[in-house]
């Protein structure tokens, strides 16, 4: 039987003196009342780069043992352009029971297969005390870097059990179906991090999907999962290209604001006008 691990929600960082973390309490909290059966710490949705490292082990050490309570797998995401620090954000996520560790490519550089195959051996140097299983996570239209079918054969030869999986969020159907088709006979896990091609996903391969529009709209994004509803695929598709006329992340943040389940944008951001709410809220719920 096919793994399915189903919707996973990646979570959004939002601001209140430091983390929001009594309204992303309340945004996990509604979210296990749904069909998400994982969440997804520290990715671009949360838009790792810009989160100080303190925060992000306030925000590791608050939601990860919350979460966990309420059921969901926990995934938390190690980058940083420093890698020592990479060391202590997984030994925090470890400390507080995460069940994966993720790690996006090198961002800004280009980098080579030779150079990609270093990075990720670095990657798991530094997380190897936690015993923790580690995701590739593949985005390049974000980091100008792609992680290549030959890399990842390479590190799945040399740290069998080590890396477990990878996020594609590249859009690529025909590369995420060529992941799974050759990786998958080595217990390897394909999540498409997609919102408008959650159908298309699961019957290229994918066992799981990691969108955005989960945060918002989770049991859409099952109906199109699970079932390969068209209808849930098409308002899927018009959110998808409306949140992201407000940068994805931070119109996210401010249609869960109205319920107090996000706080401030985190910088470089600003809060939508009353206008684009106003807006905003009105096609969300008539998509």
């Known amino acids: 039987m096919k793994k399915n691990v189903g919707i996973i929600a990646p979570l959004p960082y939002s601001t209140d003196i430091g983390p ?123 980091s100008g870097n792609q ?29 995420l179906g060529e992941l799974a088709r050759r990786f998958e006979p080595f217990g390897f896990t394909v999540f498409a991090g997609t919102n408008a091609k959650v159908v298309e996903a699961r019957k290229a391969g994918a066992h799981g999907v990691v969108g955005s529009l989960a945060n918002i709209s989770p049991e859409l994004m099952y109906q199109a999962w699970e079932f390969g509803e068209k209808r849930a695929q098409k308002i899927l598709e018009k959110e998808a290209e409306l949140i992201l006329q407000y940068d994805g992340p931070r119109a996210i943040n401010a249609w869960l604001g109205q319920w107090r389940m996000a706080g401030k944008p985190n910088y470089p951001h600003t809060e939508l006008s009353a206008r684009e709410r106003r807006y905003l809220f009105a096609r969300l719920r008539n998509p």
């Not at 190690?78 to 060391?87: L, T």
């Not at 799945?156 to 594609?168: H, S, T």
Request: proline content about 5%.
């Open 147 to 175: 992680i290549s079918l030959d890399v990842i054969a390479a590190l799945l030869g040399k740290y069998p059990g080590r890396v477990v999986g990878i996020k594609d969020s590249s859009g690529d159907m025909v590369r």
């Open 20 to 142: 929001a973390i009594s309204q992303m309490k309340e945004h996990i909290k509604w979210l296990s009342h749904t069909h998400v059966s994982g969440l997804w710490f520290l990715g671009t949705t949360a838009e790792f780069p810009y989160i100080d490292l303190w925060w992000k082990f306030k925000a590791i050490r608050e939601l990860v043992p919350y979460a966990k309570k309420l059921g969901f797998t926990t995934y938390c995401g190690v980058w940083d352009a420093e890698p020592h620090r990479m060391n202590m954000i997984a030994r925090t996520a470890w400390e507080a029971g995460a069940d994966a560790l993720f790690a996006m490519t090198p961002i800004f550089t280009k980098v080579s297969d030779a150079e990609m195959l270093v990075y990720y051996e670095r990657v798991l140097g530094e997380i190897a005390e936690t015993h923790l299983p580690l995701y590739l996570y593949d985005f390049p239209q974000k």
